[in-house]
């Protein structure tokens, strides 16, 4: 990260950060993709299983792990005022804290799994393969969320491609432990669906072990010297992490829970309509990547300059990535309406499901243009380490706003199941104006209170 000059070098800059953090989300979510296909070549059980197992881990870990990401603001915001000698510190108590929600997990998934899947009436051998399979999960819990802390802080210096490769790296260890675990291979014990939850376990104690001999061993990161003096666990620098981390991590838990409850709710429509939901939904997921990665990168570059107290160039890079993310949508709602077909027949092959699915992917198009606006505005804002507006505006616009709304048209309209998208779409479409205002009154107040 460097002080810059014009919007071209601010352009420059945010891309080149940016471009590594899409790769690596798109790769992170390849795990995932990876472990749902291997297993559903063992047995139909098995990918349910897996599916399942899925869906209940991926709204806690990335609640959780959004507590972590509290590390990148922090650290960016630090290396803007030039403190570096600070960033070990906080570093060191964020894996603290890291180890400290590992154990939660642990003991809570103890006590929790058995019941959660009861309540969910599954096959007795959909349910074990399940629970197998989160039960492997939690082997890797530990070293996934000190790798979490490991990432925010090369990110926050800008180093965004040496995260990428990390996890370009995980990829094909994922594919090879996969082989090995799911099927059995080359003498290894098969364990089926199950297999896959201790593919994924293996592979992030890899990653974590690479992040942590970089940061150690590799420029520009070991001159922080992170591991070279002990720092005992401090109560006040925790909490420090918790007070920015906990309302990102609700935050992001809202917005990630609200499309299971949102499937749940519209249990009752047909297989093929929930088969059409379940596709767009996957694809609309997709794109959102890149309005994520959009944020992720503001986050960054807004902490820097506000480290720096350079308010009027963090102002610029929150409009800078605003405009980038909306240029990004707009391309993709053009590829939306373009290729509705072609998009729906990756997914289905059945002429009633490819028909509604073109259908839902119109209120994708929709759906997407929203988060163009919502998702990078939050990434300035936790910039400016203010996140509990943006905590209370994801609890308001999907669950106060946008899923009653849902229901009533999708329930008492005839627009069906297409009611819960435009719910959706209302909700967000409502934070992103609320967000949009916080952000001009944020800024505004940093200004002013520079020129005073």
Excluded at 233 to 259: C, Q, V
């Amino acid at each position: 990260m460097r002080e810059t000059k014009d919007l071209r070098e601010k352009t420059r800059q945010f891309l080149t950060i940016l471009i590594p953090i899409l790769i690596t989300q798109a790769g992170l979510s390849l795990i995932t993709v990876l472990d749902t296909v291997m297993s559903g070549k063992v047995s139909a059980a098995d990918l349910a299983g897996v599916a399942i197992g899925s869906s209940l881990w991926t709204p806690v870990y990335t609640g959780l792990a959004g507590i972590l990401t509290a590390v990148t603001p922090m650290v960016a915001q630090l290396m803007g005022a030039k403190r570096q000698k600070d960033v070990p510190y906080t570093v060191i108590q964020s894996i603290y804290v890291a180890g400290i929600i590992s154990i939660a997990v642990i003991v809570s998934g103890y006590f929790l799994i058995d019941p959660v899947l009861e309540n969910l009436d599954l096959e007795q051998k959909v349910a074990v393969i399940a629970k197998q399979y989160l039960i492997c999960i939690g082997l890797g819990i530990l070293p996934l969320f000190v790798y979490n802390v490991m990432r925010c802080f090369i990110d926050s210096l800008g180093k965004t491609r040496v995260t990428m490769l990390i996890t370009l790296c995980s990829l094909p260890i994922n594919f090879v432990l996969n082989y090995l675990f799911i099927f059995g291979n080359f003498g290894f014990p098969k364990f089926g669906g199950a297999g896959a939850g201790m593919a994924s376990a293996i592979t992030y104690w890899c990653i974590c072990l690479i992040s942590l001999y970089i940061v150690h061993k590799k420029t520009p990161f070991h001159q922080f010297r992170i591991f070279g003096t002990f720092h005992s666990f401090s109560f006040a620098e925790s909490m420090k992490l918790l007070k920015i981390g906990i309302p990102i991590g609700f935050a992001i838990f809202f917005e990630t829970s609200i499309f299971a409850a949102v499937t749940l709710l519209m249990s009752h429509f047909d297989t093929v309509t929930i088969a059409s939901h379940q596709a767009a939904m996957n694809f609309a997921s997709l794109l959102y990547m890149l309005p994520l990665s959009v944020s992720m990168t503001l986050t960054i570059v807004v902490g820097f300059e506000v480290g720096a107290k350079r308010f009027k160039d963090s102002r610029t890079y929150s409009y800078l990535g605003i405009s980038i993310a909306v240029g990004f949508s707009l391309f993709t709602a053009l590829i939306i309406l373009l290729f509705r077909e072609q998009i729906a027949g990756l997914y289905a092959a059945d002429r009633d499901v490819l028909l509604l699915t073109k259908d839902f992917l119109l209120y994708a198009l929709f759906f997407q243009l929203s988060d163009a606006i919502a998702a990078p505005i939050q990434g300035a804002l936790r910039g400016y380490k203010d996140v509990n507006y943006t905590l209370v505006t994801a609890l308001v616009s999907y669950w106060i706003i946008g899923l009653p709304v849902g229901f009533v048209i999708g329930t008492y309209t005839s627009f069906g199941a297409f009611g819960y998208w435009i719910g959706l779409i209302t909700g967000l479409a409502a934070g992103a104006v609320g967000l949009f205002f916080r952000l001009k009154r944020i800024q505004s107040r940093y200004i002013h209170t520079q020129s005073m």
